[in-house]
């Protein structure tokens, strides 16, 4: 499994990263605008969870923020997705349903807890484990 982390400070990227090595074995691919989430899903068929901010600034790539990525992807593989942002999701109408629509999407807010966003990521590898049947451990 793979971990899909967006978001447009590269310092945060290397932080929430640097915290996936440091307490799991998995893979990371970063992303620093919402186009680039977007090909990396299109792309990479081994993603299980997402994490990405809320906002972001105006690159150029049609103005897909957090919101984006996440309409996108509940359209298409309706990955985990962890909401990194101090944004609250029912303060935008494109994630009125955020916790329904899959029961392991979480908010992590800014700053994060450590123990919090550990065994929430641990929750979400164990649901692909008992999915594909996986044999990698959880540490």
Known sequence: MKILVVDDEEDVREIITDFI???FDLDVIQASTG???INALESES???????DYNFPDLGDGGVNG???????L????????????ERPEDHQELDSFR?????NTIIGKPYDHT????AIKKV????????????NVT
């Open 21 to 23: 090595a440091e307490n």
């Open 35 to 37: 186009m680039e989430a």
């Open 46 to 52: 081994e993603i299980g969870l997402i994490i990405a």
């Open 67 to 73: 919101g984006g990525i996440y309409t996108f992807n």
């Open 75 to 86: 359209g298409n593989q309706n990955i985990p997705f962890f909401l990194f942002s101090a």
């Open 100 to 104: 329904l629509d899959n029961p392991l």
């Open 116 to 119: 919090f966003t550990k065994e």
């Open 125 to 136: 590898i164990i649901s692909a484990q008992k999915r594909n049947k996986g044999h990698k």
